[in-house]
């Protein structure tokens, strides 16, 4: 029943409407605060994020400088270019070397309720996207590139802003790309006194070397699990036909590193492995199988969004199969079998529009 009668409110909608707004609001915080300021959060707890203890000792620098690093020969995702981004080299996610481009960031009340509270979660969108889907739902800032450039000061700063302004979170969307300058300026953001947790919102699709480098700093790893065969993902996501097995494989290094998501008395998630799933029309992305294979290799309770919001959108419309909404049937199977199958801690949309 949950969000039943709720007129869905996608990522697409909220950008359209705040975005402007919310960004003006949110680095307006910083400039009248100041950067070196005691950063203050509405919902500061007792909670104290993992990259903290990394910080003081120095190695989240460090590892900030080894991610850096890669981008001369650029491994950091499962594409593996291998171009020098330090040079200004492009690769297949077309982010223009190592320049940071962040399309938005702002107080985001559209993700799942354990990650916006009453404050929001404070969502950095970052431009360009390793994955490139034909149906994103985000194609205008993964595909097209619309952003705007930043350097790693001013992504220190909108980190603290978010903060300020009482956010959950700092929540970072398609990071793959851009670790290194996440790390960077976390580093950079603790040292002025960021307390939020981490939120990895990632495609999934993770190199687990890139995983290790990440193990104690990130506190809340968003994967998606988008599809089951090899096959989808391939025709669906530019040739990415490893997609099934190196998420699978990054899903459980992150259930290994975070575990089960848990969130506070008051409903907060501080902590743990978010999963989610798109489902797709004609069981394009195995949905089944991937509510089963969750329900045998994580605990019944791992945290799992079954997304009812899928829109043809970008390039759908070349794709008979996939060029129309999802139906309320296709959903509920879905949400049928999970259940059955034991996973109790499943994030279930409303669907009255389908
Ligand atoms: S992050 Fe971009 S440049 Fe680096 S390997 Fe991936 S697609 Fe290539």
Redo the contacts with the bound molecule.
Sequence with gaps: MKNMFLKPYTRRRFLKHTSKFCLKVGLSCVFFSGFKTEAFSKTATAFEPAYLKLHKTGELKKRAEKLWAM?ET????P???G?N?LEGEI???R?PGATLAVSASHPHFGEERPLVGKGGSGTIFLTHC?LRCVFCQNWEVAQLGRGVERNLDELAKMMLALQQVGCHNINFVTP??YSAHILRALDMAAGAGLQLPIVYNTSGWERLEILDILDGIVDIYLPDFKYWESAMSAKYSSGADSYPEMTRQAILAMHGQVGVAHPTKKGIMQKGLMIRHLVMPNNTGGSEKIMSWIARKLPKDTFVNIMAQYNPLYKAYDYREISRRITGKEYKKVVKRAKKLGLTNLDVQGYWWL
């Design positions: 981008m650029c491994q950091l995702c594409r593996a270019c171009v981004r690769g297949f996610c982010t390793n793959t790309h």
